[in-house]
């Protein structure tokens, strides 16, 4: 008979059983009882680290999309800082009329999904390094607008005002606690989308046209209609990362969606694992956690000697940092950080078997 708390054969006589999200009770319960942790985790912090995992959060989210469009559709997007952006200004312009901040959260991922659309026009006729192109184009083209546009105070700082959720107001001590819960829902929620989503046949064509866009039209499916659907969803993802980042930082200012930061997210995913969920999440903490200690990096090199006098050790380690990290995870992990946690998985899986 089957063992549903131990993976120790395939018992599956179905398709039902074969598309499962969970392959044991095991699972299931080990993901609950990490939610649960990570719902507890926050009281046991300070508001500096608690504000360190809601960036993770809010990128993480960012990162999922960008994983959908470029990990899973195979179509290049350098330009996921200028959907986030987007979704930010939007929400900037929208959030002051009143409306509630689960609104604004949808509408700005609508937004974005729509210049989604847009960008990815050009993906049905060009591939590869000159859509890549065109997605660095729209970001120049979002900075450019951005700054010299009145109404968006030419990327200068527009206040998002504080939400509330059921007469409970976010203030200053609460701040980052309340936008840390409201991110980890959101989180959860596109995450599970996004895993079912693979799942149908929306899912498989994505993987279909990036193996080969002629034989996925061959099947029956549509490549174009596929890569529009791709750069949409992808940009929603990011949109919707665009206004939690706005509540979260109080402020939209265009530094924070410049050509960088799309590089950073991209990084991001591949350090994580292109194309992978927990990669999402394990490249994102990855990075930040990295970046945030580069103050501590930089400290241990002054104690061995090594300084100059008038340089920022800890600036000028940033960029070599991150650049070392994305050539090494290149050249000796290309599959990222989630190619560990599968090993580590297979192993509980069967354990305490062997196979």
Do not use: C
């Amino acid at each position: 008979m089957r063992n549903p708390w131990a993976q120790t054969g395939n018992y599956r006589t179905g398709y039902r059983q074969d598309t499962s999200i969970f392959a044991t009770h095991r699972e299931l319960l080990s993901l609950l009882l990490f939610l649960g942790f990570l719902l507890l985790l926050p009281q046991f912090l300070s508001r500096t680290q608690v504000f360190i995992l809601d960036l993770i959060l809010v990128y993480s989210v960012a990162v999922l999309g960008l994983n959908i469009t470029t990990g899973y559709a195979g179509l290049i997007n350098i330009g996921q800082a200028a959907f986030m952006g987007v979704g930010a200004y939007a929400a900037a312009l929208l959030a002051p009329m009143g409306l509630p901040f689960y609104l604004v959260i949808l509408l700005g991922g609508l937004v974005a999904a729509f210049f989604g659309f847009l960008v990815g026009i050009p993906s049905l006729r060009v591939k590869h390094l000159y859509l890549a192109l065109a997605t660095l184009a729209f970001q120049i083209i979002f900075e450019w607008t951005v700054g010299h546009s009145p109404l968006l105070k030419q990327g200068g700082a527009m206040d998002m005002p504080r939400a509330s959720l059921f007469g409970y107001e976010a203030g200053f001590r609460n701040h980052f606690h309340f936008w840390y819960y409201v991110s980890l829902a959101t989180l959860v929620v596109l995450a599970l989308f996004w895993r079912n989503l693979l799942r149908t046949r929306y899912g498989r064509a994505l993987v279909a046209v990036r193996d080969n866009d002629r034989a996925a039209d061959a099947m029956g499916m549509d490549p174009g209609r596929t890569k529009l659907f791709a750069f949409a969803l992808g940009a929603f993802y990011a949109g919707v990362a665009g206004v939690l980042y706005a509540y979260l930082s109080r402020a939209v200012v265009i530094e924070d969606y410049v050509f960088a930061h799309s590089v950073k997210y991209l990084a991001m995913a591949i350090v994580g694992g292109l194309g992978t969920l927990v990669g999402s999440f394990l490249g994102t903490g990855f990075l930040v956690l990295l970046d945030v200690n580069m103050e501590a990096l930089s400290n241990f090199i002054k104690g061995l000697g090594f300084s100059v006098a008038g340089v920022d050790v800890a600036s000028a380690l940033r960029p070599l940092v991150f650049g070392l990290v994305i050539l090494l995870f290149l050249m000796f992990e290309p599959r990222g950080l989630y190619n560990w946690w599968r090993l580590v998985r297979s192993y509980f899986r069967t354990w305490p078997f062997k196979y």
